[in-house]
Structures are given as C-alpha cells and as structure tokens.
C-alpha cells in the first residue's frame, strides 16, 4: 500500500463530480471497493530503522493519528481536489479550522482585520480570544472596501471573512478584499461554508486560505462535526502542519469516513438544495405579511452584480424578514410541521434559525441592528424534501405569523 502523510500529490484530474467519487482513495491491500476506516492512534515498524526512517522524514509514512491517518488522509485530499487547492489539512470541527488557522501564523504584536458581519463564534475568536495573546483586531463593515483599506496596519497580517454571510446573506466582494490584502501583505482567509466548494472558488478570487465546516453541507446529513483548511503546500508547510501536529486538534478517522462518503452525493444533494432554495425564494416574496427576502441568486438581493461575478449558483438559505416582528417570526416557527427550529444548516432536514434570541443572542442589541438582524428575522435552511411539501409547511407558518401580527387571513396567493 502506498500512502503519504499529506494530501494532494497532484492537482485535480478529474471534473468536481468525479473526483468527489473517486479522488484521493487509498487502496489497501485487499482492494475494497469503499474506502476503508482506520480506526488506529498508531502504526508499526519492521524495523527500527524503518522508524527512524518514518520519523526522519525519508519515509512518508503513516506515524499517529494525532495528525496522520489513511481515512482522514483520503478526506484531505478529496477536498483538496474539490477545491482546486494544493493541500489540505482536515481538523475536529469549523471552529477549529478557524482557530488553527488564525493562530497558526499569528503572535503577539499582530494584527487583524474582519467584517463585523460573521459567523458568532468567528467573532468571539477575533474580538475575545485573540486580544487576549496580544492579537489585535479591527472590525469593519464588510462591503464597505474603504474600510477594508483605513483599518490596515503595518503590523496587519491576516483579514478574515465570510461572504455570503450568517445570517443576512450580505456578499464581500472576495477579490477586491484580496487585492487590499496583497497590497497590504496580510494573508486572506475565506470561510466559504455559506457558499460551498461547487458554488465559490475563493482560491481563484485570490484568497490565500480557505476554511469550511464540514459539519454543514459536506456532511449534509447531521451527524458529524468536521472542519477543513486548504491552502497552498507552502503555506500550510510553514505555519499550519506543526502547529495541528504539535496542538492535536485532530478529525477522528471514524468522522473522516462518513464525511469521505458524504462527499460523493455533495454535488447531487448541493444543486438539489438550492434549486429548491431558489423556488422556495420567490415564492415567499409574493406572500403578505413577508418585509423583504434576502437570497443570492434573485435579481433583487442588494448585491446581485456581485452575486452573478463572484458565485456560480444561489444558496441553500434564504432569509427574510416577517411583518410583525419577533411575535410573528416565533408564529411562523411554531406552525411549521415539516421545517423544523434548529440552529444548524446544510442538512437534509430543512431547519429554521431566528438569529435574534438564538445563533446571535450573545450580541448587543445595537450590534444586531447594524447587521439587520431584528426580531422578524428568520433563517432558512432548505434540505431534500419534496418542494411542494415545504411550500405547504411554509404557507401553514405565513397564515400564522399573519394571525400574530392582527393581519386578517387572506386567500393564499398562487
Ligand atoms: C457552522 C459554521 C462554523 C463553525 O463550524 P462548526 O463545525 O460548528 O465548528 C464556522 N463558520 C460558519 C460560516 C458556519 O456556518
């Protein structure tokens, strides 16, 4: 069997749908047609001197799960594949991979820059954890590029974003950002989950890093939780793979697995979702009592030229805004019968967010009016049910959230 400790050996071969089937297999001797589990913390040696070959690095081998696994190796390089990325590196959740990859190349004295706009615990990471080592921070209004451009710093070494972002599907322009960023000579992180791999290549928009959660759409299915980091082989040579080696936030072998396999249906499950998403979309901004539907991919989102530049497809999650506030979004929610309340996404299961008293409670209330986050804020992730089976469910939360806000019921439009 032969095996490496790290990820791609080549670039991608094959179309992003072959290679989610195919891409990064190791065999093992008894030429299994799925990809094996190896569920070892450790390998074995013939020899002492083939150990001492392993550890000097002449044999690429295999030495401790901690941060080299055949199944998670198969997982690194099949999202590399998918990414059009040199290397990859798989960790335990997207926290981590935001994590490792910030303090990874960070230390004391540096500086950051990131959209105020983010993901709750990315910003609990920039704003808290980081000043705490002597990180400094700088948030900015993300689609304001000036801002991007007065907060640089000699010392600036990394922007961090997201785009589209959680939960009001706002875009950063990535590749303006990275511009800013290559003049200012900071490394440009993305965290692409809200897009996917199918649907933005930040690499190709000149992001230097990319991260996911794979706990989202790559698992899709909600079971385990997963993160990745792709980036060049140098950049992940120099400051990523002794910092994972030496911390241990390792991806379990058992998780790489089933997200190994999640990733051959990934094509086939994303373009399902959104284009449900997308039907899902127009049909809510023709009902009453819906304020506005923020989702890329319809020509009124606030950035539709940026939309069409910089993604290849829409979303898998809408959000829109309820007449009647808070009491009409927790109507809505509590009528649904199909879509159920949960904070996750990209699953299966469409699953229902109100921002405001959960995923983005912590903020102030200040802070969630600047990213227009109010009470009749909700958040859709649309999952692989039958399109006309949501609709009901939806209109069944419409007629609610209408009864809520004291608006008379009215014949169902459509
Ligand atoms: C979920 C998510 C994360 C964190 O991922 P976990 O796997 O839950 O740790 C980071 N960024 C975005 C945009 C996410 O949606």
């Known amino acids: 069997m032969t095996k490496t400790t790290t990820a791609p050996q080549s670039p991608r071969r094959y179309r992003p749908a072959t290679e989610l089937v195919h891409g990064g297999t190791i065999r093992s001797g008894f030429g299994e047609t799925s990809e094996a589990m190896f569920l070892t913390q450790g390998f074995v040696y013939e020899t002492a001197e083939a150990a001492e070959a392993r550890f000097n690095g002449a044999d690429p081998g295999f030495i401790y799960s901690r941060f080299s696994n055949p199944t998670v190796a198969m997982f690194e390089e099949r999202m590399a594949r998918l990414e059009g990325a040199e290397d990859a590196r798989a960790v335990a959740s997207g926290m981590a991979a935001v ?53 640089v710093r000699p010392e600036t070494k990394a922007f961090f974003l997201e785009s589209p972002t959680n939960p009001t599907l706002e ?83 058992f998780n790489a697995w089933v997200l190994l396999k999640a990733l051959e249906t990934f094509p086939l499950r994303v373009e399902r979702q959104t284009a449900t998403a997308a039907r899902l979309a127009d049909h809510l901004a023709g009902q009453h009592g819906i304020a506005r539907v923020i989702y890329p991919g319809r020509p009124d989102h606030p950035q539709a030229d940026l939309v069409a530049r910089q993604m290849r497809a829409g979303s898998s999650l809408i959000a829109f805004e309820l007449e009647g506030g808070k009491e009409a979004a927790f109507a809505f929610s509590n009528a649904l019968r199909l879509i159920r309340i949960s904070n996750n996404l990209g699953d299966a299961k469409s699953l229902i967010t109100h921002p405001q008293t959960t995923t983005h409670q912590r903020l102030s209330e200040e802070a969630r009016q600047a990213l227009g986050i109010g009470g009749g804020l909700l958040r859709l992730s649309v999952g692989l049910e039958d399109v006309q089976d949501l609709i009901e469910d939806i209109d069944a939360g419409i007629a609610a959230a209408g009864v809520a806000a004291g608006r008379p019921r009215v014949a169902k439009a459509g």
């Open 171 to 253: 875009l950063v322009d990535i590749a303006a950002v990275a511009e800013i960023a290559k003049s200012a000579g900071a490394t440009l992180i993305v965290d692409n989950v809200f897009a996917t791999a199918l649907h933005q290549s930040p690499l190709e928009l000149g992001a230097d890093v990319v991260i996911y959660s794979a706990t989202k759409h790559i698992d899709g299915q909600g079971r385990c939780l997963g993160g990745v980091i792709l980036s060049s082989k140098k950049w992940i040579a120099d400051h990523l793979h002794n910092f994972l080696r030496q911390t241990g936030p390792s991806m379990s072998p």
């Open 99 to 151: 994590t490792s990859a910030l303090l990874c190349m960070l230390k004391a004295g540096d500086h950051v820059v990131a959209p105020r706009a983010m993901f709750g615990s990315c910003l609990y990471v920039i704003e808290e954890l980081l000043p705490r080592f002597g990180v400094a921070s700088t948030i900015v209004d993300g689609t304001d590029l000036d801002a991007w451009r007065a907060a």
